[in-house]
């Protein structure tokens, strides 16, 4: 038997054994289960599952992960399910359950607690000892990272998720402290919602250092920096540093922080500023 664990929305789970046809609806989960070396395993995931591109090239697609086919996951023959709280629709994770289906739900808001999930899938699958291997590799990298010397400047940065309204993220957020720990200081961090709307006056008046454009959720593409141009006194904007970068890097839990914590670093450091930061207003 597996050794039982509380998932993040409070259930436990125990499986009688080690699952050998999982289902993951969630992008960066599927990479990990496939660095776990359980890609034989993964039956199903998501159309946004992109990761590792060889390996799920012939798996079967469930569909998005807030509209999941949950018939074909059934049909699968599922003995586990990996879900997550934000990322999936808490009505499809209990109907599964009532189907007996075991979902294991996860929601990590830190980079710790992103490679802390690490551990518990290798716990629920019984990839333990891989799983640990990957996560101790990953401490090391973070506490690496976060070891900047004392007093160096921090940049000012704005990320976006999405366009048409402007949305951003607040401090309670997975991606807030990918950037805290590379070294910026998000400009929106203290606003009361998760993922508040602002608007480019806003952004302005924040005054960053350094505006992030990701891929995903919203593809943002070199043609959206023409939506600051009329902000000249915005830092980002004077001194051209805005950047297109790759979404996973931001919010991708997992094996991807490694190349987080090597690409991030350097791009906030070029932007950071000697001057004080300022309020966000």
Not at 58 to 71: A, I, S, Y
């Amino acid at each position: 038997m597996v050794a039982p664990i509380v998932d993040a929305s409070g259930v436990v789970l125990a499986l009688a054994a080690p699952p050998r046809r999982i289902v993951s609806l969630v992008p960066s989960i599927t990479e990990i289960l496939f660095a776990l070396g359980l890609g034989q395993a993964v039956v199903g995931c998501t159309i946004f599952c992109t990761e590792p591109a060889g390996g799920v090239a012939g798996t079967t697609r469930v569909g998005g992960e807030k509209d999941p086919r949950l018939d074909l996951i059934r049909a699968l023959g599922t003995d586990l399910v990996v879900a997550n709280v934000e990322e999936n629709v808490r009505e499809h994770v209990e109907s599964l359950r009532r189907w007996g289906i075991p979902v294991f739900v996860t929601y990590p808001r830190t980079i710790a607690a992103g490679i802390e999930v690490v551990r518990q899938l290798g716990q629920v699958t019984g990839a333990s000892t891989r799983a640990g291997e990957i996560a101790a590799a990953l401490e090391r990298r973070l506490v690496e990272g976060g070891a900047r010397p004392r007093g160096r400047p921090r940049a000012r940065g704005f990320c976006p998720i999405w366009r048409r309204p402007y949305m951003t993220i607040n401090r309670d957020t997975y991606i807030h402290d990918m950037l805290a720990v590379c070294g910026g200081d998000n400009v929106f961090a203290d606003r009361p919602a998760r993922y508040p709307e602002i608007t480019l006056a806003e952004v302005a008046a924040a005054r960053p250092d350094v505006i992030l454009l990701p891929d995903e959720p919203y593809r943002f593409r070199r043609v959206h920096a023409a939506d600051f141009a009329s902000y000249p006194e915005i830092a980002a904007v004077r001194d051209d540093r805005i950047h297109l970068v790759d979404g996973k890097l931001l919010s991708w839990y997992g094996p991807r922080i490694e190349h987080a914590l090597a690409i991030l670093p350097p791009l906030l450091a070029r932007a950071a500023r000697d001057d004080p930061p300022r309020d966000a207003g």
